[in-house]
């Protein structure tokens, strides 16, 4: 037999349902311990690699307070913050659109640019590159500008040789760069400063490398970093996040990113002050220049008249009409303000812009529509950072714009409307007093006249600058909608890898790679490798199992073997006690499906172990394709089965005893003749089996595999039907073959042996049939132990 060893750890013989067979799994670990530890040293090799190379992620925290208007106590605002949380009232909150904003690209964009992330330093040593950042740099590669359309495949790497008085930047392509220290450097990236660290010195000897890469490629990675979320919908807090290798550099980018915010913050609220003040500064060049004309005229007319003071005769009537006077100029002046608001409102409907709330009348109503119109711009602007005009929200913010643009031209037509009224009124009230004054001297009307101007002038241009220090007071004390709570701040301890965990999966992984490889080649195998495939395959009872032999020895069996495997066919014989009980039950046919599976080993020592005891056995060579019985007993004839089929010899001429034991004879194939179907038909054969079975107690036929006919001739005479399969050899898909002839009963009492069970692969010393009994170890089977080398090996 050859040495083909079984590649499961045990012989399945528990019964469907039993559950897990600990047993079993023992048993295969014990088997599979070798390439358990070789596996576990790989992976955990492979791991120790993998967290040499990897480098340690450190995870930086911030936390910053938004004041957000709708988690204000206090009314109405309070209450609809409730149904908002409550899923009763839909829109994004203040702290929503900040959290969107703040993970912008624009303001990541903003700090890769302030900080220029998108430039690194490495230093290799012992095999891997480490990143070099801030103090620990000994050099600084600050560009100046970036070329466009200068990135090889979004970065570009550089070499850096540093000297005493210069450097040697040497690019990709092997072209060298090299400057004095503080010098100015046109790389292929852009145009750069090197600079030397005066506190960090560099080692002589070390490789230092350059990488710069494209900007916007390095700003969507840290977007993608970046972890910015509220911790529940009762707080205005956003906590912010960011894996790093480097803490100091996780720490800057958060701080810078935060920085940023809170400066576009304080410059979109600004915005509205500038708007105010550039509004007032343009009406206070023109009421300026109207107040300067009328002062001028004042002077040209009191110089052509000579007149230095109106007398007492103007001051009864003067004094009976400066109530309305005033009136009528606080009147204008209150019209002339609506009027430029309404103009500058009118002239920015293509493009709304901020409406200057310091100007706005004292009118409670207008005064509500034009805060709430300028807080939805804002709020409109700020979104846009973070989405585009096609967002839900930003569409919704500019229908409630147009409603409000709407309600603010009205507003401030019933305004202007209220204002011209009550001036008609007023300028009727002070032309009955004017028609009263015609009896004052003409010169003395027309200064008055003048008076009045002047004063209305004035008091709007003192009204202006009044607003402008408002608004340069308000925007000085403008701060964020936003304060730091907890800075940036990195754990000490990296968070990836996980050192323990890897390792712990590396050496796992390598405990169950043999297993996993073992089910995987169970799973592909196609040839039978455990009683469980074989009672899968079939119903056919198996009579007996014959264990792997290591001997090159044809019989296994005799009078003083005591290896296991003369004990199994001991125990073969036993059995087959069961199937031949009469005593006209004597000739047994053993066949197989293919070539290779033991065929002519089972017969031969079957016959032997039954020639053991005292009867007399035949051994029928009748495979009359590939004979191998008498060749490997060495047996010396010279006729064969095949010359008596065709009348050249006697029965006596070809029973040849074995040379194995006295009781055991053999008739050879004889001659290989070339129709062995139909010589094993001849009337000669049936003679044959009736003589033998006068002359012997037992008649075992080897024949061919069921692949051709002779096996299905010759079970005519037969009592009993043997068909061996060897583990590892037989197809799955051949067992049809005897399933076939077990179900239409085309053999004699059909049994399994099954061929070729590996020792090596049974726990516990010994082979167990199914039939309650088993054989222990015996001391010629014992082998010496191995050591540990040679069972790795």
């Excluded at 009263?436 to 008055?448: C, D, G």
């Excluded at 003192?462 to 964020?480: M, P, Y």
């Excluded at 050496?507 to 040839?527: D, E, K, M, Q, W």
Aim: aromatic letters at 8%.
């Amino acid at each position: 037999m050859q040495n083909n060893n079984i590649h499961q750890p045990e012989w399945e013989t528990e019964e469907s349902g039993q559950g897990f067979d600990v047993h079993k799994m023992v048993s295969k670990m014990r088997y599979l311990w070798p390439w358990m530890l070789i596996c576990v040293l790989v992976t955990a090799s492979i791991a120790f690699v993998y967290l040499y190379f990897t480098p340690n992620q450190y995870k930086v925290n911030a936390k910053i307070l938004i004041k957000d208007d709708d988690k204000k106590g206090g009314g109405g605002m309070g209450d609809m913050s409730m149904l908002k949380s409550m899923g009763l009232l839909s829109g994004a909150s203040n702290v929503d659109n900040e959290l969107e904003i703040i993970k912008s690209y624009t303001l990541m964009r903003q700090v890769v640019d302030d900080l220029q992330l998108n430039v690194q330093y490495f230093k290799k040593e012992n095999l891997k590159s480490t990143e070099l950042y801030g103090a620990t740099v000994p050099f600084d590669v600050q560009f100046v500008s970036f070329k466009k359309n200068s990135f090889k495949e979004g970065s570009e790497q550089y070499k850096i040789i540093p000297t005493d008085k210069k450097v040697s930047i040497v690019a990709e392509n092997g072209k060298t760069f090299t400057a004095k220290w503080g010098d100015t450097l046109q790389l292929p990236t852009g145009t750069a400063s090197v600079n030397v660290n005066p506190y960090v010195p560099y080692e002589k000897g070390a490789s230092y490398s350059l990488v710069v890469s494209e900007p916007d490629a390095v700003t969507n990675g840290f977007v993608k970093n970046l972890q910015a979320t509220i911790p529940n919908k009762q707080v205005s807090t956003i906590m912010l996040s960011m894996e790093q290798s480097i803490p100091a550099k996780g720490e800057q980018i958060i701080n810078k990113l935060i920085q940023v915010y809170m400066t576009a913050n304080v410059d979109d609220n600004n915005r509205i002050a500038d708007s105010s003040m550039a509004f007032i500064d343009g009406r206070l060049l023109v009421v300026g220049d109207q107040l300067t004309n009328i002062e001028k005229e004042i002077q040209s007319f009191k110089q052509r008249n000579e007149i230095s003071d109106l007398g007492e005769q103007a001051k009864a009537m003067i004094s009976s009409t400066s109530e309305y006077a005033r009136e009528v100029s606080q009147q204008e002046v209150q019209l002339s303000v609506i009027e430029s608001l309404e103009k500058y409102v009118l002239d920015n409907s293509s493009n709304p812009r901020i409406v200057p709330a310091s100007l706005v009348v004292q009118d409670p109503t207008l005064s509500a529509v034009v805060s709430q119109y300028n807080n939805l711009l804002m709020q409109r602007s700020r979104l846009l950072l973070g989405s585009t005009e096609s967002n839900p929200v930003v569409i919704n913010i500019d229908g409630q714009l147009k409603d409000l643009r709407q309600d603010l031209i009205t507003g401030i037509n019933s305004v202007k409307r209220g204002a011209q009224v009550a001036l008609r009124s007023l300028r009727s009230n002070s032309n009955q007093l004017e028609a009263q004054m015609r009896q004052v001297p003409e010169k003395e009307r027309v200064a008055l006249d003048y008076s009045r101007q002047q004063n209305i002038r004035q008091e709007l241009y003192l009204f202006l600058l009044q607003k402008r220090e408002e608004t340069a007071i308000s925007r000085s004390s403008t701060i964020a909608n936003s304060r730091i709570l907890d800075a940036a701040k990195a754990d000490n301890l990296p968070v990836q890898p996980k050192k323990k965990m890897v390792m712990a999966l590396a050496v796992l992984a390598g405990l169950l790679l043999p297993f996993g490889v073992s089910y995987l080649r169970g799973i592909l195998n196609t040839r039978l490798a455990s009683k469980t495939d074989i009672e899968t395959a079939t119903n056919i009872p198996i009579v007996g199992e014959i264990g792997h032999s290591n001997s090159n020895e044809p019989v296994v069996v005799t009078h003083h073997s005591r290896a296991v495997v003369a004990e199994q066919f001991r125990a073969l014989r036993t059995n087959l006690q069961y199937i031949l009980p009469d005593k006209d039950d004597k000739i047994i046919l053993i066949t197989s499906s293919i070539s290779g599976e033991g065929k002519s080993y089972v017969s031969t020592n079957l016959a032997a172990v039954l020639a053991l005891t005292g009867k007399r056995v035949v051994l029928l060579e009748l495979d009359l394709r590939k004979p191998k019985i008498a060749s490997a007993l060495n047996l010396k004839y010279a006729k064969g089965y095949s010359q008596y089929a065709i009348g050249k010899a006697d029965l006596d001429d070809v029973i040849v005893p074995s040379g194995v034991n006295d009781n055991l004879f053999v008739i050879p194939a004889g001659p290989l003749p070339p129709n062995p179907t139909e010589l094993l038909l001849n009337e000669r054969t049936k003679d044959l089996f009736s003589h033998l079975k006068e002359l012997f107690d037992y008649v075992i036929v080897d024949t061919t595999p069921n692949l051709v006919t002779d096996a299905q001739i010759l079970s005519t005479y037969a009592q009993a039907t043997l068909f061996i399969v060897r583990l590892n050899v037989t197809r799955k898909e051949q067992m049809r073959i005897p399933n076939a002839m077990y179900n239409d009963k085309k053999m004699p009492r059909l049994n399994l042996v099954v061929n070729d069970i590996s020792q090596s692969k049974y726990g516990g010393g010994y082979y167990g049939y199914g039939y309650g009994y088993g054989y222990g170890a015996y001391a010629e089977d014992a082998q010496e132990k191995k050591g540990l080398l040679s069972r790795l090996k």
